[in-house]
């Protein structure tokens, strides 16, 4: 495997379900990031992972809880999920500590659909 | 003063055309601004990127043109073929900041 992996890559579930994302990256970065991507919209940050550390939360709902149990994996755990957060779910790393053009590698996505 | 604003939504241009995309911001702060590219079913790729210290940076047949005093910068493709079929999306960057601000996208079809 190589750069940045997801499952699974499509997701269908319920509002009542407990579910998680998961993403890999063989790159050998210290950062990962969870983004979530809406039609026409621009991709929205969601948790940011620096060392293992969380290091931003923005203002995402409690019904998603992530966990960085080291550098190279990152979840996203899901549970009683609203329709509107149907959307694809992206990850991504970087190296951290790069004073000049800091590049974000993304995964291929998780297509989610909540019922 | 985070918002990219990106446009237009969606371009359709011939094969061998120049499609432009075009980004504006109000965060003077921003200092390095990337272009991504992004197939279907696929995440999004870095294309080109540039900092505001030069107006124009060109990579192959992609073009980024900066006006600083406008806060705007725009993508540009020459000689644009059906594989470039894709969405673009603009983003923009300050200091050490790990977050990126991205623009709404747009979804560019070169006919053949």
């Known amino acids: 495997e190589t750069g940045v992996t997801q499952t699974p890559r499509h997701l269908v579930m319920g509002m009542t379900n407990k579910k998680s994302l998961k993403c890999e990256q063989h790159l050998g970065h210290n950062a990962m990031y969870w983004y979530k991507q809406s039609a026409k919209k621009p991709l929205e940050l969601m948790f940011v992972?620096?060392?293992?550390?969380?290091?931003e939360n923005n203002s995402v709902p409690s019904r998603f809880s992530p966990e960085c149990p080291n550098s190279s994996h990152l979840f996203l755990h899901l549970h009683t999920l609203q329709p509107e957060d149907s959307a694809l779910y992206l990850c991504?790393?970087?190296?951290?500590?790069?004073?000049?053009?800091?590049?974000?590698?993304f995964g291929p996505g998780t297509r989610l659909l909540v019922l | 003063q985070q918002q990219v604003k990106q446009s237009p939504q969606s371009l359709i241009v011939q094969k061998g055309g120049i499609p432009i995309i075009n980004c504006a911001y109000e965060n003077t702060a921003f200092d390095y601004f990337p272009w991504y590219q992004q197939f279907p079913g696929k995440g999004p790729a870095l294309l080109i990127a540039i900092r505001p210290d030069v107006s124009e940076k060109k990579e192959g047949r992609f073009t980024i043109s900066f006006n600083k005093s406008a806060k705007q910068f725009s993508l540009h493709i020459m000689d644009s073929q059906p594989g470039d079929s894709a969405t673009y999306f603009c983003a923009a960057r300050m200091g050490s900041a790990r977050q990126l601000t991205f623009g709404s996208g747009t979804q560019l079809t070169v006919l053949p």
């Open positions: 991504a790393s970087s190296q951290a500590g790069q004073s000049l053009g800091e590049t974000q590698y």
């Open positions: 992972y620096n060392f293992k550390e969380q290091t």
